[in-house]
């Protein structure tokens, strides 16, 4: 069984930087591809990044691009959500997932196997 664990959440000011980092027990992490979702309070999930398995294709909700970046290390077992410019409504708790497949899905549904998530609050 595929363990997810996010960490590296917390409080911080509008426009500070937050790295969340996902670690990935079990299973060969290379054969996955890994997301990032949140859900802000009231809301509902939603996408906000994905990475490929090995040729480092990355694809990004609207709402983040060009601020967050998605990357993994395999070796390392764990992917990165590094995030800048943070703004109040980045407010959420986020959540990592993997998947077997090859399509970097922003569906919430494609995903397999989800960490526990991570709270970030962004106070303006």
């Known amino acids: 069984q595929v363990q997810l664990v996010e960490t590296g959440g917390g409080l911080v000011q509008a426009g500070s930087s937050l790295r969340l980092s996902c670690t990935v027990s079990?299973?060969?992490?290379?054969?996955?591809?890994l997301g990032w979702f949140r859900q802000p309070p009231g809301k509902e999930r939603e996408f906000v990044a994905a990475?490929?398995?090995?040729?480092?294709?990355?694809a990004y909700g609207d709402s983040v691009k060009g601020r967050f970046t998605i990357s993994r290390d395999n070796a390392k077992r764990t992917a990165y959500l590094q995030m800048n410019s943070l703004k109040p409504e980045d407010t959420a708790v986020y959540y990592c997932?993997?998947?077997?497949?090859?399509?970097?899905?922003?569906?919430?549904?494609?995903?397999?196997?989800w960490g526990q998530g991570t709270q970030v609050t962004v106070a303006s």
């Open positions: 079990r299973g060969t992490l290379s054969r996955f591809i």
């Open positions: 990475i490929s398995r090995n040729d480092g294709r990355t």
């Open positions: 997932a993997a998947d077997q497949d090859l399509w970097l899905s922003p569906s919430a549904g494609a995903y397999d196997y």
